[in-house]
């Protein structure tokens, strides 16, 4: 009678221990409380890399995308998601319950790459981002394809020109910047920029969608004539292409849970 006893106070701890899990995880409101923490990071980046310059503790799982890292924090698998705040953003707008802490682990500036010596079409495209961010049409852009609720509103119509083509490299995994919509057309901030710089030069834009790590290379071998997908101006990169003025400062966040 006593071992049955002793057996059924074992299953009772063991149901309790079942429904509350390991240990419910803290809740995360600042920056600091990342220190230790375990982070949910898509496989093949290097967000762990950049998690551990500044926070050399930090523990990590690995997932298959970076959606299914958010999921993770959402279950309480982790404590966090590290990777690219913008793509960030946009998943927490679209999943209530989780959101993106204000202060970045790493800060980048994000940028256009031309083939080396294109001074007429970087400066094309540095005049475009100039333009659109003095009238306002800039801010537009980021509450349309970053909005703080819901998805990204549909990309409008911009009329190309007659004088030839600009073909645009990108990569189409990186919502909001480049992405495949509803209607299987590649759309986004960075392609509607792109498609700005093609009606500056009269030019109709040819999108060209690709592997993110086949950009510079396409680039590099005149395949297309510009490239962007939340590309990180990097010392590297530069000495292969030659880089836009940054257009929007970027870097790596932390997504956690309400």
Not at 112 to 125: N, R, S, T
Request: aromatic share 8%; hydrophobic share 45%; net charge negative.
């Amino acid at each position: 009678m006593r071992v049955y006893k002793i057996t059924n106070l074992l299953a009772a701890v063991l149901v309790l221990t079942l429904l509350n899990g390991c240990g419910e995880r803290e809740k995360i409101s600042d920056f600091s409380q990342l220190a230790g923490k375990e982070f949910a990071i898509p496989t093949g980046t290097v967000a762990d890399q950049l998690v551990l310059s500044v926070f050399p503790d930090a523990k990590f799982q690995y997932f298959n995308t970076v959606l299914d890292s958010a999921i993770a924090v959402k279950t309480g698998k982790a404590d966090a998601a590290a990777y690219d705040e913008p793509i960030l953003r946009n998943i927490a707008a679209k999943n209530p319950g989780l959101r993106v802490l204000p202060e970045k682990i790493t800060t980048d500036n994000y940028g256009y790459a031309v083939k080396q010596g294109d001074i007429a079409l970087k400066e094309a495209i540095d005049s475009v981002v100039a333009e659109i961010k003095a009238d306002g049409t800039y801010d537009e852009m980021l509450r349309r394809w970053l909005p703080a609720v819901g998805a990204p509103a549909p990309m409008p119509v911009i009329e190309g020109g007659s004088e030839g083509v600009l073909r645009f490299g990108t990569a189409a995994v990186t919502e909001p910047f480049s992405f495949v919509d509803a209607s299987r057309q590649v759309v986004g901030l960075d392609v509607e920029i792109a498609a700005r710089v093609a009606k500056k030069l009269n030019r109709r834009l040819e999108v060209v969608n690709m592997d993110f790590g086949a950009m510079i290379p396409a680039l590099m071998s005149d395949k297309v004539d510009m490239i962007g997908a939340c590309i990180t101006i990097t010392e590297e990169r530069a000495q292969k292409v030659l880089f836009s003025e940054p257009y929007y400062e970027g870097g790596i966040s932390a997504l956690v849970s309400e």
